[in-house]
């Protein structure tokens, strides 16, 4: 059995605000912030205020690929985001988090997806 623990990053005072929820505010689409399109989100991240567009691109890719290479294919807008400081008024970019369905999620038996005794 694999298990991971994760720290909890919100607390009182600390809000997650999911990247889709930013999004909405920026494109209209039909998706309301979900929407998949390339163009829509590097455009979201270039009109937002709340992050340096250029530091919110370079941390997108970093876990675009290491989405890749971990074989998570569930990231989406509602997955990534950003904790907003209440006393504050500020956010920040949130760690990466709902990376559940990496390695095989969708196999019954881990051992049977990969070919090798477990």
């Known amino acids: 059995?694999?298990?991971v623990a994760c720290k909890d990053f919100t607390s009182s005072g600390i809000v997650l605000q999911d990247f889709a929820s930013l999004k909405n505010t920026i494109i209209d689409s039909e998706h309301n912030g979900y929407g998949t399109e390339l163009s829509d989100i590097l455009r979201a991240m270039e009109e937002q205020r709340a992050i340096n567009p250029t530091k919110l691109k370079e941390w997108f890719w970093d876990m675009f690929i290491v989405d890749a290479l971990i074989g998570n294919w569930d990231r989406h807008n509602g997955?990534?985001?950003?904790?907003?400081?209440v006393d504050t008024d500020r956010m920040k970019i949130?760690?990466?988090?709902?990376?559940?369905?990496f390695l095989f999620p969708?196999?019954?038996d881990f051992g049977q997806a990969?070919?090798?005794p477990c």
């Open 79 to 85: 997955n990534w985001g950003f904790l907003y400081e």
């Open 106 to 108: 969708q196999a019954d």
């Open 94 to 101: 949130a760690p990466v988090y709902d990376c559940e369905s």
């Open 1 to 3: 059995m694999i298990v």
């Open 114 to 116: 990969c070919h090798i």
